[in-house]
């Protein structure tokens, strides 16, 4: 599962090609590395390369986050869904 601060969110792929689980100790700030952090949240140094951490608590602005709550609500007049 994945999480953008609060909300649980849903990433749509074309495909996965493999699943990691990285050791802290191998992933690096991002500040100590790249100039900008943007949506970064580390990056982790593999045999095969580096591998992006984004935090998705990053991607959704606030204005965002209340128009996504908005779209979801239940229509006026109807009970929310259990």
Do not use: N, W, Y
Request: glycine residues 8%; proline residues 9%.
């Amino acid at each position: 599962m994945a999480h953008a601060g609060a909300r649980d969110v849903v990433l749509r792929v074309d495909r996965v090609l493999d699943v990691l689980d990285v050791p802290p100790g191998d992933i690096e700030q991002v500040c100590r590395i790249a100039s900008t952090e943007a949506f970064l949240d580390g990056i982790a140094k593999l045999p095969d390369g580096l591998v992006l951490i984004h935090d998705l608590g990053r991607f959704l602005s606030a204005a965002d986050a209340l128009a996504l709550d908005s779209a979801m609500a239940p229509p006026s007049g109807e009970p929310d869904a259990p």
